[in-house]
């Protein structure tokens, strides 16, 4: 079957671009993507987002962007799996390039969520949740998240100061980012005297939203090595699903979704935990850092947390997470996240991260969760 590289990435810096309309984001990215595989040889666009259509009134974005891209008349199709949007458009490409049918895919993952502010966002991040039995009734991402958080609070005696070292390693991440939304420094006690979002989730807890776009291209690896001096390999890939709401599933404190990907994008790149250098994982919410650490594997059922408190997180630690500040400091550009995730993987693998670098990169994780879990798409990205 035929092997997937990476050739070209290209990203615009999260935050309010209030000024910038979606169809420009897109192609700024887009734009640094061709510039960077020095080809505009593609066959295909799968953009990936969540919420145009909610905050824009703006659907149909695969023909609005291959239109303003100059691309006009390829295949185009917007992929949309809440907050994994990024992340499942990667997988159909990635599919697609397996198939023979397209020789190089084009993948943008773009979001506008400064177009409204206040409930009108809110209520659009809720069309990620089940709507007859949880948005209908109130509940927000951020609300499920804490209930989440809560339950582990309960069930494994953690206190919230416990989850600080995520945010803490986020931000100090962040700080050697230039594209990041915050690039401050966080003292672990400021993490728990931050004001309440949805108790016990607070204002450093969650990740802050913005707009942004990234951008890969991706072709056949034969195709790849004769391209470019440094592509990096797309090894595993896989997409799974969990049951959508939160009292509908087997464990509240286990992601299925996570756990089912991880092990079958792993398997296929013939890895496991211990060979992987980085972990860009979905850090949306602190707890979700921690839940997701067991899931992949790399910590036992209710001690993901104890990885931030040991410092086995950070640049130096056992596994690296958030190096570009994650969600929670680089911001959260929702259905483009899973995009920016495998972007700032291969700019490790390529030794281009900078003061963001993890030394001797070679084997990447990037995880992307829509609905708090409902869907986890993973990618292993190796040179």
Not at 194 to 210: Q, R, Y
Request: glycine share 12%.
């Amino acid at each position: 079957m035929t092997d997937v590289s990476i050739i070209g990435i290209g990203q615009t810096a999260v935050g309010e671009h209030w000024e910038t309309s979606i169809r420009h984001l897109a192609w700024y990215a887009i734009e640094a993507a061709l510039d960077d595989a020095a080809s505009t040889d593609v066959d295909a666009l799968f953009v990936g987002n969540m919420l145009a259509g909610e905050l824009s009134r703006q659907d149909h974005l695969g023909a609005l962007i291959a239109d303003f891209s100059g691309l006009r008349g390829i295949e185009a199709v917007t992929v949309e799996a809440a907050e994994a949007s990024g992340g499942a458009a990667l997988r159909q490409a990635v599919l697609a390039i397996k198939s023979g049918l397209v020789q190089t895919a084009l993948v943008v993952g773009v979001e506008k969520v400064t177009d409204q502010t206040g409930n009108a966002a809110v209520t659009a991040l809720g069309t990620g949740l089940d709507g007859d039995y949880e948005a209908i009734h109130g509940l927000t991402p951020a609300g499920a998240a804490a209930l989440m958080m809560r339950r582990y609070m309960h069930d494994y005696g953690v206190t919230l100061a416990d989850f600080a070292g995520f945010s803490v390693n986020a931000n100090a991440n962040a700080a050697g980012n230039p594209l990041a939304m915050f690039r401050n420094q966080l003292k672990p006690g400021h993490f728990t005297a931050a004001a309440p979002i949805a108790d016990p989730v607070s204002l450093f807890d969650m990740a802050p939203l913005g707009d942004g776009a990234a951008a890969l291209i991706v072709t056949s690896t034969e195709r790849a090595m004769d391209m470019v001096p440094w592509p990096v390999r797309i090894a595993g890939s896989a997409l799974a699903t969990d049951r959508l709401a939160l009292h509908d599933r087997r464990n509240v404190l286990w992601l299925d979704a996570a756990e089912r990907s991880a092990r079958q994008a792993m398997a296929a790149a013939g890895v496991g935990p211990d060979d992987i250098d980085l972990f860009e994982l979905h850090d949306a919410f602190t707890v979700l850092a921690a839940l997701s650490l067991e899931a992949c594997g790399f910590a036992p059922a209710g001690q993901g947390w104890q990885l931030a408190r040991d410092g086995e997180i950070g640049r130096t630690g056992r596994i690296p997470i958030s190096t570009f500040g994650g969600l929670k400091a680089r911001g959260n550009p929702v259905g483009a996240t899973g995009v920016y995730q495998v972007l700032e993987v291969v700019r490790q693998l390529r030794g281009q991260a900078g003061d963001c670098q993890i030394p001797n990169a070679t084997t990447g994780l990037a995880q992307n969760l829509g609905g708090n879990g409902a869907t986890a798409a993973t990618h292993v990205l190796a040179i």
